[in-house]
């Protein structure tokens, strides 16, 4: 969005583009907040198809109503709208628990974690080479084309054109709700904290406020939600800004060849190693052991302006690549437990209010990425944590903060023998 809000000419200065492209990005999350618990009910209530299908339209038409805007206004207003209509997280999440057999709900689960972290980083990438394609393919596409006089169009087209495939595709999507009942003894053993034999994946209480194995997870789920967010809008942010700002003064172009990259990854790792990963440590210690690698990967950021050519590509590409891998296992890991710890028929609200939640944490996370990557512009002289190394600093303490909370007495598991009330 840096680009796009740099054009919309709202911002007095370079520094401040930031706060408005933090305010731009955290639109559909307001969005989302507020909805997503309604969707959650409704997709129990009707079914998990409608919603999904209806989330997937939303997509198709409003993303491409976002590239035709001309006016800062404009685009907030169609982002909002997306992610009020959008409720497509809290239904995906249960129908992948719901579609596959125990032994591979890790997989599901991942497979959902990883489309949205593969979103995250191949949406940026997409951008980078697509935007303003009027300038950097002229053979291709003329000034006065639509694409030259809507020079953010392209991409968000080519979002849309997906997302309509997908809508397609679903015709042939089985409905879960009113075929998949949970037995009430069906247990299944889960690695989890070192003091517990196992964990059941088994149905809790009738209330969800009043199950505590699944409000416990909310604080990791949220704080891992707020660090992603703010990683990815800091991310792009820091590559583009001018070295003497502290960034690495990288083309849209760059940025996106890294983002693409770290998107591949993904993949890889999910397809082959996620498996094996949760296999051996389990949901909780393979959340811990990724979010404590997140945290180093994430501190060698700020030393990346001292290199150059070759071995910052290397140290950037690399870095980028594994702190993709650890977020997808970390949020996977808690999204496991939640869905572990709720009957089938609430698993759609549990995760609408959890998404609520997780969405008002990713709200607030571009705009205080956008506040606080401004300040460091105007604060790189500082002798103190100069400005770069002070925005990373302040993303290793949300994600510490949400590694404490995978820990006792903050992370409660249902104790052996437990069955739904």
Same mark, same amino acid.
């Given at each position: 969005p840096f680009l796009q809000v740099r054009d919309f000419h709202v911002a007095k200065t370079e520094e401040d583009i930031g706060s408005y492209a933090g305010f731009l990005a955290s639109s559909y999350m307001i969005g989302r907040a507020f909805s997503a618990i309604f969707w959650g009910i409704v997709a129990d209530r009707i079914g998990r198809k409608p919603v999904i299908v209806f989330s997937i339209l939303s997509v198709v038409i409003f993303n491409t109503l976002f590239g035709l805007s001309t006016e800062y206004w404009m685009a907030i207003a169609t982002r909002l709208v997306l992610g009020s209509l959008n409720g497509l997280l809290a239904p995906i999440k249960a129908y992948a628990i719901e579609v596959c057999q125990a032994e591979h709900h890790a997989l599901g689960?991942? #497979? #959902?974690?990883?489309?949205?972290?593969?979103?995250?980083?191949i949406g940026p990438a997409l951008g980078g080479y697509l935007a303003q394609p009027a300038e950097k393919y002229p053979q291709i596409f003329s000034k006065e084309s639509v694409f030259g006089r809507f020079p953010y169009f392209l991409p968000c087209v080519a979002v849309s054109l997906l997302a309509a495939i997908v809508l397609i595709s679903c015709i042939w999507m089985p409905e879960t709700i009113h075929k998949h009942k949970s037995p009430e003894k069906d247990i299944q053993k889960v690695k989890a904290l070192p003091s517990e034999q196992s964990y059941l994946d088994s149905p809790r209480k009738k209330s969800l406020l009043q199950n505590w194995p699944w409000m416990s997870t909310m604080v990791s789920y949220c704080f891992f939600g707020l660090h992603d967010t703010a990683y990815s809008e800091i991310l792009s942010l820091w590559a583009v800004s001018?070295?003497?700002? *502290?960034?690495?003064?990288?083309s849209? $172009?760059? =940025? *996106? *060849? #890294?983002?693409? !990259?770290?998107?591949?990854?993904?993949?890889?790792? @999910?397809?082959? =190693?996620?498996h094996w990963v949760h296999k051996f440590? *389990?949901?909780v210690i393979s959340s811990r052991v990724a979010s404590a690698l997140s945290i180093l990967i994430v501190s060698t950021y700020p030393f990346m302006t001292y290199l150059s050519g070759a071995k910052l590509s290397f140290a950037l590409y690399s870095a980028a690549m594994m702190r993709s891998v650890v977020a997808i296992t970390a949020s996977t890991g808690i999204s496991l437990l939640q869905n572990h710890a709720v009957r089938q028929d609430q698993r759609g609200t549990a995760n609408g209010i959890s998404t609520t939640a997780m969405s008002f944490f990713k709200a607030i996370a571009p705009i205080g990425a956008g506040y606080l990557f401004s300040w460091a512009q105007k604060h790189q002289d500082s002798t103190f944590f100069p400005g770069d190394q002070? !925005?990373? &600093?302040? &993303?290793?303490?949300? @994600?510490?903060?949400?590694?404490? +909370?995978? +820990?006792?007495?903050? &992370? #409660?598991?249902?104790?052996?023998? $437990?069955e739904c009330s």
């Open positions: 689960l991942s #497979v #959902v974690n990883t489309a949205w972290g593969f979103g995250l980083v001018d070295r003497k700002y *502290g960034g690495l003064s990288f849209s $172009e760059d =940025i *996106g *060849g #890294v983002l693409a !990259v770290a998107g591949a990854s993904l993949l890889v790792y @999910q397809l082959i =190693i996620y440590l *389990g949901p002070m !925005v990373f &600093l302040v &993303l290793n303490l949300v @994600q510490l903060l949400g590694l404490m +909370f995978t +820990f006792e007495p903050f &992370l #409660v598991l249902p104790t052996v023998g $437990e």
